[in-house]
Nanobody, 127 residues
Framework: QVQLVESGGGLVQAGGSLRLSCAAS????????MGWFRQAPGKEREFVAA????????YYADSVKGRFTISRDKDKTTVYVQMNSLKPEDTAVYSC????????????????????WGQGTQVTVSS
C-alpha cells in the first residue's frame, strides 16, 4: 500500500507560481513512477507530469512544458511540481498518483495505469 497526501494548492493570479507537494508513505520501490494529473470541471482527468523514482527521468504534457518542473526528494519520499507562469486554463484539481510497478512510456500518461491516488488539491488561477 502507498499513501499519498498533496499540499500546496491555492489561488494565484495569472503569471504567478505555486509549488505542489506529494508526500508518499508506505511501500515504494525503485521501479515506482510518480505522476501529477489534473481535472478541470466538466473535463476528463489529464496528465501533467511524471517522474521515475529511480533515475529521476521526467515527462511533461506539452501544455505545461517549460513552465512546470517535477522533482523528487528521496529522503523525504516527496514529489514536487513547481508551476510557473500559471494561466487561467491551469485551473483544476491536481492529484498525485503512484504506480510501484514499472510503466513504459507512453502508458505513464494514462491515469488508469496508476494504482494509488492522493485526495487532490485545488489550484485556481485568476485572470
Amino acid at each position: 500500500q502507498v499513501q499519498l497526501v498533496e499540499s500546496g494548492g491555492g489561488l494565484v493570479q495569472a503569471g504567478g507560481s505555486l509549488r505542489l507537494s506529494c508526500a508518499a508513505s508506505g511501500r515504494t520501490f525503485s521501479s515506482t513512477t510518480m505522476g501529477w494529473f489534473r481535472q478541470a470541471p466538466g473535463k476528463e482527468r489529464e496528465f501533467v507530469a511524471a517522474i521515475r523514482w529511480s533515475g529521476g527521468a521526467t515527462y511533461y504534457a506539452d501544455s505545461v512544458k517549460g513552465r512546470f518542473t517535477i522533482s523528487r526528494d528521496k529522503d523525504k519520499t516527496t514529489v514536487y511540481v513547481q508551476m510557473n507562469s500559471l494561466k487561467p486554463e491551469d485551473t483544476a484539481v491536481y492529484s498525485c498518483a503512484a504506480q510501484p510497478n514499472y510503466i513504459f512510456f507512453p502508458n505513464l500518461l494514462d491515469p488508469s495505469r496508476y494504482d494509488y491516488w492522493g485526495q487532490g488539491t485545488q489550484v485556481t488561477v485568476s485572470s
